[in-house]
């Protein structure tokens, strides 16, 4: 079992920014890919970013490119998504994740453990 717990969501005006985290815990993440994905009202939950926890090469999601960065800290076993420029459409739950497949890290199914969500809630 993997053990992840978000943190950092928050109100912030368009334009600012947030730092999200996720702590884990469990089993070696060493053969993981680490994932962010948000849920708007509504709304399916869509892959935001993800990045190999060994390699650390990283995919970002055309609507965030530019604006956020997945990155972690193996020594910490935390997974950060950095947020910059954040838009009203941004608003969601945001969830970390952890896969332990080979490919489709795209997919929400591919991913066999969740953490609990936190909002990030932008004014326009």
């Known amino acids: 079992q993997v053990q992840l717990v978000e943190s950092g969501g928050g109100l912030v005006q368009a334009g600012g920014s947030l730092r999200l985290s996720c702590a884990a815990s469990g089993r070696t993440l060493s053969s993981y890919r680490m994932g962010w994905f948000r849920q708007a009202p509504g709304q399916e939950r869509q892959l935001v970013a993800h990045i190999a926890w060994t390699r650390g090469n990283t995919y970002h999601s055309e609507s965030v490119k530019g604006r956020f960065t997945i990155s972690r800290d193996t020594a910490k076993n935390t997974v950060y998504l950095q947020m910059n420029s954040l838009k009203p459409e941004d608003t969601a739950v945001y969830y970390c994740?952890?896969?332990?497949?080979?490919?489709?890290?795209?997919?929400?199914?591919?991913?066999?453990?969740w953490g609990q969500g936190t909002q990030v809630t932008v004014s326009s």
């Open positions: 994740a952890a896969s332990n497949r080979i490919a489709g890290w795209t997919m929400a199914s591919n991913y066999d453990f």
